[in-house]
Nanobody, 123 residues
Framework: VQLVESGGGLFQTGESLTLSCTASGFAFDGNAIIWVRQAPAKQREAVAGIASNGSSHVETSMKGRVTTSSDNAKNTAYLHIDHVKPEYTAVYYC??????????????????WGQGTQVTVSS
């Protein structure tokens, strides 16, 4: 399994961004995925994800700003964030799991991880 994130870069406060997670050896249809970020000197934190049944989950503080989606034909998942802030500066990762029946915010339960993509938001 390989997960590859892309779409990171430098953004201005208030802009929108969309990150992609392209998979090989892993199908988003029927499997769970989570988006996680790690800011400098901070622990990884979950942002949003999609459960194996297709339902979306968004961390409370990000509700209203974040949407998740996937394109099964392209085997790619997306994380869209509106109105970005400097505090969103972090490395963003996608992670997946093939056996997770109920979506979990516990990061240690996720099996497959991408290498991350850097997002920098300037003020």
């Amino acid at each position: 399994v390989q997960l590859v994130e892309s779409g990171g870069g430098l953004f201005q406060t208030g802009e929108s961004l969309t990150l992609s997670c392209t998979a090989s050896g892993f199908a988003f249809d029927g499997n769970a995925i989570i988006w996680v970020r790690q800011a400098p000197a901070k622990q990884r934190e979950a942002v949003a994800g999609i459960a194996s049944n297709g339902s979306s989950h968004v961390e409370t503080s990000m509700k209203g700003r974040v949407t998740t989606s996937s394109d099964n034909a392209k085997n790619t998942a997306y994380l869209h964030i509106d109105h970005v802030k400097p505090e969103y500066t972090a490395v963003y990762y996608c992670a997946g799991d093939k056996v997770m029946l109920c979506f979990s915010w516990l990061l240690g339960l996720w099996t497959y991880w991408g290498q991350g993509t850097q997002v920098t938001v300037s003020s």
